[in-house]
């Protein structure tokens, strides 16, 4: 699991073709691994029924992509298009508070200087590593105290809880944001909020951006919470929904093409998120690797 | 961002800040005022991220511990009301004696053992590859390691499951075309079968960390290295890797965190195997103390051994790579 350090000779005079096709091929069979299941995806969600089940994928014969959508979008009165609302409030407006809170709270462990600072910065660190199924119950019997439980609100507060972004957005005070322009901006006579609303937010603003793609991801995936919290089916998520649906599969196996094109549609949104804010989460990815 | 280029600021001055009119009440007071109005924004950056730490994270935690000592008794063969009564250890007794939490622990332990080794050599050898700088189409072939990621986890586990089952799977067909019969879902394979769907998920992500972590590698380091005589492959395992050792041991410890917590993937392929029981894994098994047989006092106790198991191998995690690293220093 460390660095393995076992000395190997190799001879630097080896055919340098040969190793050349070697890595090649060594990549280019891990993109097909990567790949593949993804593609099946796309191809199974423009088969009907019988065709996803008379094995031959590839046959484009029968393709009813656009009647696979119409029966998804029908199946269970709409439920679909509920569920998938339902993650986009979760995760876009969920990511985008959760972002602005985690950040916060890193500049000011950053900037500021206070008693057991760096204890209560690993008490942060601690609650990454603290299991999911750990918080649930204790979450549950609290919503249900308070008669949150089987509402927006149980799943949506406990997603905005990001102690990595803290750990990220103090990472990212450190380098993006030098202490003179706080100076600076004091010597303005900014006041110590608005220097940050004003000056540093604007600095960390690709920071801000990692730590929202990480969350959106984060929270577009959260399953065993919404599990917990929900009975009501017009406030699941979509992967929640699609478990269910799947579940039901097993009985009435006109709910397979459904689960597959629902699921298709739910790589959408992260992929383009990925795609469309790739040199943020590269930035993000190097400052949590490299300290 | 123009706006906040940094105005030469002489080197005295910047130690504290500077009054705000010219004429300046005594500079104890100003110290003392604008060291109250910091403490007082740091209040305010910090407190939405506190409040937050309290109610999801603080007080379940304690809740959880609290739960894990009582236990609910139904006096008069059920009829009675509930009653939560103490029980001191006994849910601990419970749980550490009850074999299918034992299992499930076992079943956890060897999935870590097969796939946390597979997910970090993995990674780190493809990054390594892609940084030698002979792969051809390097950032095609890195977004198509890491599209996985943006495959949700429940989904990643229902094209798997899928590519699983005979009759729509396409892999069991070429497969049965060459002779071979596999169960993914058989006894002794849906554990492989599952760390075949965590390390399809993650393996891409942890390549781009790696692979940061390289770029972020001197230059002339490794150009010191090529002189010294040493071959791609040496360069690669003797200079590069130990170079990266804080990447591999954030990996590690983030696998090892995931790997414990294993859940989605086994709940979802438990709806059509077998040999996925309701309590599979150490969460699985929560889960189902608590919200099938609603047994609060041992779900929690449960989770507060799955919960020192963790704290113990991070803990261990990060005691041993710093030996490591340690020794590696003094050779």
């Given at each position: 699991m460390s660095a393995p350090t076992t000395p190997r000779s190799a001879s630097p005079l080896r055919p340098r073709l040969l190793g050349r096709s070697v890595v090649n091929l060594v990549v280019g069979v891990s993109v097909l691994y990567t790949l593949l299941p993804v593609l099946w995806l796309v191809l199974a969600s423009s088969k009907d029924r019988d065709a996803l089940f008379s094995s031959d994928i590839l046959s484009l014969g029968d393709f009813s992509f656009v009647q696979n959508l119409k029966?998804?979008?029908?199946?269970?009165?709409?439920?679909?298009?509920?569920?998938?609302?339902?993650?986009?409030?979760?995760?876009?407006?969920?990511?985008?508070?959760?972002?602005?809170?985690?950040?916060?709270?890193?500049?000011?462990?950053?900037?500021?200087?206070?008693?057991?600072?760096?204890?209560?910065?690993?008490?942060?660190?601690?609650?990454?590593?603290?299991?999911?199924?750990?918080?649930?119950?204790?979450?549950?019997?609290?919503?249900?105290?308070?008669?949150?439980?089987?509402?927006?609100?149980?799943?949506?507060?406990?997603?905005?809880?990001?102690?990595?972004?803290?750990?990220?957005?103090?990472?990212?005070?450190?380098?993006?944001?030098?202490?003179?322009?706080?100076?600076?901006?004091?010597?303005?006579?900014?006041?110590?909020?608005?220097?940050?609303?004003?000056?540093?937010?604007?600095?960390?603003?690709?920071?801000?951006?990692?730590?929202?793609?990480?969350?959106?991801?984060?929270?577009?995936?959260?399953?065993?919470?919404?599990?917990?919290?929900?009975?009501?089916?017009?406030?699941?998520?979509?992967?929640?929904?699609?478990?269910t649906w799947n579940s039901a599969a097993s009985v009435s196996p006109e709910y397979y093409p459904a689960v597959i094109m629902g699921s298709l549609l739910a790589v959408v949104p992260l992929v383009l998120a990925f795609a469309l804010l790739q040199r943020f989460w590269r930035s993000g990815l190097t400052a949590g690797a490299v300290k | 961002?123009?706006?906040?280029?940094?105005?030469?600021?002489?080197?005295?001055?910047?130690?504290?800040?500077?009054?705000?009119?010219?004429?300046?009440?005594?500079?104890?007071?100003?110290?003392?005022?604008?060291?109250?109005?910091?403490?007082?924004?740091?209040?305010?950056?910090?407190?939405?991220?506190?409040?937050?730490?309290?109610?999801?994270?603080?007080?379940?935690?304690?809740?959880?511990?609290?739960?894990s000592f009582f236990s609910d008794d139904q006096p008069g063969l059920g009829f009675g009301p509930e009653r939560t009564v103490f029980a001191g250890l006994r849910n601990y007794t419970a749980v550490v004696t009850d074999p299918t939490f034992l299992g499930g622990l076992g079943v956890v332990a060897l999935y870590c053992l097969i796939y946390i080794p597979l997910m970090v050599v993995g990674a780190l050898a493809l990054a390594l590859l892609l940084d030698s700088g002979v792969v051809r189409l390097r950032g095609t072939a890195q977004l198509a390691l890491f599209l996985p990621h943006a495959v949700p986890g429940i989904i990643a586990a229902l094209i798997w499951l899928y590519l699983y089952t005979p009759g729509i799977s396409p892999v069991i067909d070429v497969l049965a075309k060459a002779d071979i019969t596999v169960d993914f879902l058989g006894v002794h394979t849906v554990l492989p079968s599952i760390v075949n769907i965590a390390l399809w998920s993650n393996l891409g992500y942890n390549m781009v960390v790696f692979y940061a972590a390289l770029q972020a590698v001197p230059r002339e380091v490794i150009e010191a290295a090529v002189v010294d005589g040493a071959g791609p492959v040496r360069t690669a395992l003797q200079v590069k890797t130990p170079l990266v050792r804080p990447s591999i041991l954030m990996v590690s410890m983030f696998t090892l965190i995931f790997a414990l917590q294993l859940f989605t993937e086994p709940m979802l392929l438990s709806q059509s195997s077998q040999m996925i029981s309701s309590r599979f894994s150490p969460s699985m098994y929560i889960y189902d103390a608590a919200f099938t047989r609603n047994n609060y006092g041992l779900a929690a106790a449960a989770s507060v051994v799955l919960l020192l198991c963790t704290i113990v191998l991070s803990y261990g995690v990060t005691r041993w790579t710093n030996r490591a690293s340690a020794e590696e220093a003094t050779r």
């Amino acid at each position: 699991m460390s660095a393995p350090t076992t000395p190997r000779s190799a001879s630097p005079l080896r055919p340098r073709l040969l190793g050349r096709s070697v890595v090649n091929l060594v990549v280019g069979v891990s993109v097909l691994y990567t790949l593949l299941p993804v593609l099946w995806l796309v191809l199974a969600s423009s088969k009907d029924r019988d065709a996803l089940f008379s094995s031959d994928i590839l046959s484009l014969g029968d393709f009813s992509f656009v009647q696979n959508l119409k029966d998804l979008f029908a199946m269970d009165g709409g439920l679909y298009a509920r569920w998938y609302g339902n993650s986009l409030l979760y995760a876009v407006l969920g990511a985008a508070i959760g972002a602005l809170v985690s950040i916060a709270c890193g500049y000011a462990f950053d900037k500021y200087r206070f008693a057991h600072k760096e204890k209560l910065f690993g008490l942060v660190l601690a609650a990454v590593m603290v299991p999911q199924t750990v918080l649930a119950l204790p979450l549950y019997l609290m919503a249900s105290g308070t008669g949150l439980v089987n509402t927006f609100w149980a799943v949506f507060v406990p997603v905005l809880f990001n102690p990595f972004g803290v750990y990220l957005g103090r990472i990212f005070s450190q380098g993006y944001v030098p202490d003179e322009v706080l100076e600076a901006a004091r010597m303005d006579g900014a006041g110590e909020l608005a220097a940050y609303f004003r000056v540093s937010l604007r600095m960390l603003g690709p920071g801000l951006v990692t730590v929202f793609l990480f969350q959106l991801t984060t929270i577009w995936n959260n399953f065993l919470l919404p599990m917990v919290m929900l009975s009501d089916q017009d406030l699941y998520p979509v992967s929640l929904g699609l478990y269910t649906w799947n579940s039901a599969a097993s009985v009435s196996p006109e709910y397979y093409p459904a689960v597959i094109m629902g699921s298709l549609l739910a790589v959408v949104p992260l992929v383009l998120a990925f795609a469309l804010l790739q040199r943020f989460w590269r930035s993000g990815l190097t400052a949590g690797a490299v300290k | 961002m123009t706006s906040a280029t940094p105005v030469s600021v002489p080197a005295d001055v910047t130690a504290r800040p500077a009054p705000k009119r010219p004429a300046a009440p005594p500079a104890r007071a100003t110290r003392a005022s604008s060291r109250r109005r910091e403490l007082g924004a740091c209040g305010v950056l910090m407190t939405p991220f506190f409040a937050l730490l309290v109610t999801v994270f603080l007080i379940p935690v304690g809740t959880a511990v609290y739960l894990s000592f009582f236990s609910d008794d139904q006096p008069g063969l059920g009829f009675g009301p509930e009653r939560t009564v103490f029980a001191g250890l006994r849910n601990y007794t419970a749980v550490v004696t009850d074999p299918t939490f034992l299992g499930g622990l076992g079943v956890v332990a060897l999935y870590c053992l097969i796939y946390i080794p597979l997910m970090v050599v993995g990674a780190l050898a493809l990054a390594l590859l892609l940084d030698s700088g002979v792969v051809r189409l390097r950032g095609t072939a890195q977004l198509a390691l890491f599209l996985p990621h943006a495959v949700p986890g429940i989904i990643a586990a229902l094209i798997w499951l899928y590519l699983y089952t005979p009759g729509i799977s396409p892999v069991i067909d070429v497969l049965a075309k060459a002779d071979i019969t596999v169960d993914f879902l058989g006894v002794h394979t849906v554990l492989p079968s599952i760390v075949n769907i965590a390390l399809w998920s993650n393996l891409g992500y942890n390549m781009v960390v790696f692979y940061a972590a390289l770029q972020a590698v001197p230059r002339e380091v490794i150009e010191a290295a090529v002189v010294d005589g040493a071959g791609p492959v040496r360069t690669a395992l003797q200079v590069k890797t130990p170079l990266v050792r804080p990447s591999i041991l954030m990996v590690s410890m983030f696998t090892l965190i995931f790997a414990l917590q294993l859940f989605t993937e086994p709940m979802l392929l438990s709806q059509s195997s077998q040999m996925i029981s309701s309590r599979f894994s150490p969460s699985m098994y929560i889960y189902d103390a608590a919200f099938t047989r609603n047994n609060y006092g041992l779900a929690a106790a449960a989770s507060v051994v799955l919960l020192l198991c963790t704290i113990v191998l991070s803990y261990g995690v990060t005691r041993w790579t710093n030996r490591a690293s340690a020794e590696e220093a003094t050779r």
